[in-house]
């Protein structure tokens, strides 16, 4: 079993929709979890960090995280082709500093 | 402000030779992270330095990987006696300290022949 698991997609959303993406972990240790978007080509750039159960909203972006079910997801409300891209989440323990990242979400966001 | 960043952005290199990756973060930082990313996945751990000292090499594949940052800023990962399987983009990544959030870098592009 990965440490980190997502559904590599794609996943293929029509313009104005919701996205929604999903990953679980298998560290009960971890304590911090993260969304990176991945342009191809390009460097991994941060889009949502979240630390405590629940929901957390930035923008067009909400984060939910489900420690007791080892589950972190990402929506995307609103979606525009620009958001078309690979989304990585990533799980860090508090012990230690170094990033686990899943295998990526592709996501296509048909106009 | 700059972010991290990285040169070369590309490398060629044939099998066996030596190569020198260089990160520098963003100003102020004092972790150091050196990634791998190989296509269609995501980024692999490879090592993280707090100030000078590595303080997690635990993901350098073997010990044919080897990074240094000797002044606390500027990180350079070497690889010797490369090998076709060392082909992937090298991230380097930096955060204010250990635990907060990470920065990368646009990588460097590694190809052996």
């Known amino acids: 079993q990965k440490e980190v698991e997502q559904n590599s997609g794609p996943l293929s959303v029509p313009e104005g929709a919701i996205a929604s993406l999903n990953c679980t972990y298998s560290d009960r240790g971890s304590q911090s979890f993260f969304w990176y978007r991945q342009y191809s080509g390009k460097s991994p750039e941060l889009i949502m960090f979240?630390?405590?159960?629940g929901d957390k909203e930035d923008g067009r972006f909400t984060a939910q995280l489900n420690k007791a079910s080892q589950y972190v997801s990402l929506l995307i409300r609103d979606s525009q082709p620009s958001d078309s891209a690979t989304y990585l989440c990533a799980v860090n323990r508090a012990a230690g500093n170094k990033l686990t990242f899943g295998g990526g979400t592709r996501v296509l966001v048909k106009p | 402000g700059a972010g991290v960043s990285q040169t070369p952005s590309n490398k060629v290199t044939e099998k066996g030779k030596y190569v020198e990756l260089r990160c520098d973060p963003i100003s102020g930082h004092t972790a150091l992270y050196w990634y791998r990313q190989s296509l269609g996945q995501g980024p692999e751990f490879l090592i993280y330095f707090q100030g000078t000292g590595a303080a997690d090499d635990s993901g350098l594949p073997n010990d044919r990987f080897f990074a240094v940052r000797p002044e606390g800023s500027v990180s350079t990962l070497k690889i010797q006696r490369t090998e076709r399987g060392d082909s992937a983009v090298y991230l380097c990544?930096?955060?204010?300290?250990?635990?907060?959030?990470?920065?990368f870098g646009p990588g460097t592009r590694l190809l052996v022949l």
């Open positions: 990544a930096s955060s204010k300290s250990l635990g907060e959030t990470q920065y």
């Open positions: 979240i630390y405590s159960n």
